[in-house]
């Protein structure tokens, strides 16, 4: 069982406003991932972290940044949210060294 | 482009029967295969797949991949309502170290 935690699990908020997605995981692994899912679709990669001070863009285009000062923690931001930012948003990571992600259990985000 | 294609898209059956779940992918630099169950919440890794041929069991679920026809199945037999749940296969890509998803099949156990 992975200890991979995110928080908020729901969050509805205006357009416009600034978040912040949280992301932590206690196994102390190298990598971490941003992944967005909307409803019925395919796992989209956004962002990635091979660990402290690394952050690479994904395959999917976002408006979201994110940053990685600590190997535990690895938080998502939108600055100004609009209703096309509405999906869930899956964080996950892995060993350095090996390909099992591990995904926590998801912020499902609604823009209105 | 990376690809992977799952089918079929929805699938409903009875408790108790066999299910086959198929994943198939074109990617520039394979690295492994991955199936994961997703409920309601985060999606659980079941299996990863690199060698062609040789069969990963847990239980009622099986996996197996065919690297030469570029594909894997996820068998499910005596299925229980528990089953229910959208099955994701991924390929890892080499070098990239990135997963591309398939779409999904939703499978649905009914009583």
């Known amino acids: 069982e992975a200890d991979i935690y995110q928080t908020p699990r729901y969050l509805v908020i205006g357009t416009g406003k600034k978040i912040t997605l949280e992301c932590s995981q206690t196994m102390g692994h190298d990598k971490m991932y941003w992944y967005q899912q909307d409803p019925g679709m395919e796992l989209h990669l956004i962002h990635y972290s091979y660990g402290v001070n690394s952050t690479e863009k994904g395959d999917l285009s976002s408006e979201s940044t994110v940053s990685r000062i600590r190997t535990e923690h690895f938080p998502l931001t939108l600055e100004s949210a609009r209703p096309s930012h509405t999906s869930q948003y899956l964080c996950?990571?892995?060993?350095?060294?090996?390909?099992?992600?591990?995904f926590g259990p998801g912020t499902r985000l609604t823009v209105l | 482009e990376d690809k992977v294609v799952q089918s079929p898209l929805s699938l409903v059956v009875h408790e108790g029967d066999t299910v086959t779940l198929n994943c198939s992918y074109e990617?520039?630099?394979?690295?492994?295969l991955l199936w994961y169950k997703q409920e309601k919440k985060a999606p659980t890794f079941l299996f990863m797949l690199t060698s062609s041929g040789i069969e990963k069991k847990s239980g009622r679920l099986s996996s197996i991949l065919d690297k030469k026809e570029l594909f894997s199945i996820l068998n499910i037999t005596a299925t229980q309502t528990g089953d229910s749940a959208v099955y994701l296969c991924a390929v890892l890509i080499q070098g990239a170290q990135k997963l591309v998803f398939g779409q999904g099949t939703r499978l649905t156990i009914n009583p």
């Open positions: 990617v520039t630099n394979f690295r492994s």
């Open positions: 996950a990571s892995s060993l350095l060294g090996t390909d099992t992600q591990y």
